[in-house]
């Protein structure tokens, strides 16, 4: 059953670009987060987020950036995006942090021409 | 540090014979082990955790075993299935931290 939500499925855009993506979890959990999954299928962690603080991997670039209304919504911007941003993002929710059960979304695919 | 080293990147069995993928992690502090397994087009889902208060857990087919002093934890299939075929991410993590580090993930292959 799906609890976390992601729109658009799939996105085409090009280089210099503005894209936004939309995250929405109805687990009523206190932490979300954005993935990138490259076409090596790695896994890798861009964004922790709940009500008390923002944790940022230190090599996300600058143009992305995390927004959030409640603690059942984040989103992800891309100010610029560049080839390289090609991948499949995901979004997840945990109930409080990084120690409990992480719940993916079906995931958002970018292609950047 | 905190990367999480997973192997193999590959893994091709024989249905019915067991396979075993490995993690190590650098923090001494890390607590929590859990393993997410990907099926083509789906999104990584849990399928076993274990705490630095274990060594082992097992579960529905599924062993994973916890070595705190080598810094190593490893997820064991037994019986395998053409449905285990799937991408496999170990990660760790640690108590008021909010980050988890992943492993570059196994591609198990069964063969029929």
């Known amino acids: 059953e799906t609890a976390v939500f992601q729109t658009p499925n799939y996105h085409v855009t090009q280089v210099g670009n503005e894209v936004s993506f939309n995250c929405k979890q109805t687990?009523?959990?206190?932490?979300m987060y954005w993935y990138k999954q490259d076409s090596k299928k790695l896994l890798k962690i861009m964004f922790s987020?709940?009500?008390?603080?923002?944790?940022v991997n230190e090599t996300v670039p600058r143009r992305f950036s995390p927004q959030s209304s409640d603690k059942a919504h984040l989103n992800l911007r891309i100010k610029s995006v560049e080839p390289e941003d090609s991948a499949v993002y995901l979004c997840?929710?945990?109930?409080?942090?990084?120690?409990?059960?992480?719940?993916f979304g079906p995931g958002t695919r970018l292609l950047v021409l | 540090g905190e990367q999480v080293e997973q192997l193999p990147s590959i893994l091709r069995v024989q249905e019915g014979s067991s396979a075993s993928i490995n993690c190590t992690y650098e923090?001494?502090?890390?607590?929590?082990f859990p393993w997410y397994k990907q099926e083509p087009g789906e999104n990584p889902k849990l399928i076993i955790d274990?705490?630095?208060?274990?060594e082992r857990k097992q579960t529905q087919g599924l062993i994973v075993l916890l070595d705190k002093k080598a810094k190593r934890f490893s997820l064991h299939i037994t019986d395998t299935q053409p449905g285990d075929s799937a991408m496999y991410f170990c990660?760790?993590?640690?108590?008021?931290?909010?980050?988890?580090?992943f492993g570059d993930g196994t591609q198990l292959v069964v063969k029929p």
């Open positions: 997840a929710s945990s109930y409080t942090g990084d120690q409990d059960t992480q719940y």
């Open positions: 687990l009523g959990h206190d932490t």
């Open positions: 987020y709940n009500n008390k603080q923002l944790i």
């Open positions: 923090n001494s502090a890390s607590n929590y």
């Open positions: 274990i705490r630095s208060n274990m």
């Open positions: 990660a760790a993590s640690r108590n008021n931290n909010n980050r988890i580090f």
